[in-house]
C-alpha cells in the first residue's frame, strides 16, 4: 500500500511598504502684523513616520546658527533662546497630537523679531526645511510735512520701520523729487526725511498727499 505524504509549501513573498519620510508641507506665517500686536502664529506643518528615528524639530532667526526654538519629539522635549522666550505662550498647541508643537505662538511681538525664520525637521532617516518672513512693523510716532517756499518742501516721519519708502502726490499723480532723500537708523526706528526742490514751481495751494509704504 502506498503511503501518500502531503508537503506544504509556504512561501514567503516580500512585502515592499513604502515609509514616508519627514517632509514640511507648509510653512505659515501671519504677515505683516503691527508692533506690539496681540499676537502672531508661526506655523511649521510636516508630516512623518513614527518609525523614524531621533526626530527634531528646530527653528532659526535670520543668520544666527543656534535654533531660537527646538522641539525633540520623543523626549516631549521644548527649549527656546533669549531672543524669542520673553514673548513665547508655553501652553499654545495645535489641534494635532502627532504634531502638537509644531508652532510657536508669540506674544506682542516688536520690530525686533522681523525676519527670516527657518524651520528644519530631521531624523537619522531624513529631513527638510522651509523658510518664511515675518514682517513686524512700526507705524510713525511723527510726521510732519511743511511748505518753506514756492519751490520747497520738506516731508519727516520718524520711528518707522521697516525702512521705509516715502511718495509724493499731486492731484493723485505721483511728484517725484531732483532734491535729496535719506533715512536715518535710530533705537526708534527709521526717520525719513524727502526734501522737494523741483525745477519748476509748486503752487502750493494745490491738495498734497503722502503715502508712506514699509
Not at 527656546?80 to 514673548?87: A, G, K
Not at 501652553?91 to 525676519?115: M, W, Y
Amino acid at each position: 500500500m502506498k503511503q501518500i505524504i502531503t508537503i506544504n509549501l509556504v512561501l514567503l513573498g516580500l512585502l515592499t511598504v513604502q515609509v514616508e519620510a519627514a517632509q514640511i508641507i507648509s510653512f505659515n506665517v501671519t504677515s505683516p502684523v503691527e508692533n506690539g500686536t496681540s499676537s502672531v502664529i508661526l506655523d511649521c506643518n510636516f508630516i512623518f513616520d513614527p518609525l523614524e528615528e531621533n526626530l527634531v524639530m528646530k527653528w532659526y532667526f535670520n543668520d544666527n546658527p543656534r535654533p531660537v526654538y527646538q522641539w525633540i519629539i520623543a523626549l516631549r522635549k521644548r527649549s527656546y533662546s533669549e531672543e524669542i522666550r520673553r514673548h513665547i505662550d508655553p501652553d499654545f498647541t495645535v489641534d494635532n497630537q502627532l504634531t502638537e508643537h509644531r508652532a510657536i505662538r508669540l506674544i506682542k511681538p516688536t520690530t525686533q523679531l522681523s525676519g527670516n525664520y527657518k524651520c528644519t525637521i530631521s531624523s537619522v532617516q531624513s529631513s527638510d526645511s522651509a523658510s518664511a518672513k515675518l514682517i513686524v512693523y512700526a507705524p510713525a510716532k511723527s510726521f510732519s510735512f511743511r511748505a518753506y517756499n514756492e519751490s520747497t518742501v520738506l516731508c519727516r516721519a520718524t520711528g518707522l520701520y521697516p525702512s521705509p519708502v516715502v511718495e509724493l502726490y499731486r492731484l493723485n499723480k505721483p511728484f517725484k523729487s531732483s532734491g535729496p532723500s535719506r533715512v536715518k537708523i535710530s533705537k526708534e526706528g527709521y526717520t525719513m526725511i524727502t526734501m522737494m526742490d523741483n525745477q519748476f514751481i509748486i503752487n502750493v495751494i494745490f491738495p498734497f498727499r503722502i503715502q508712506i509704504t514699509v
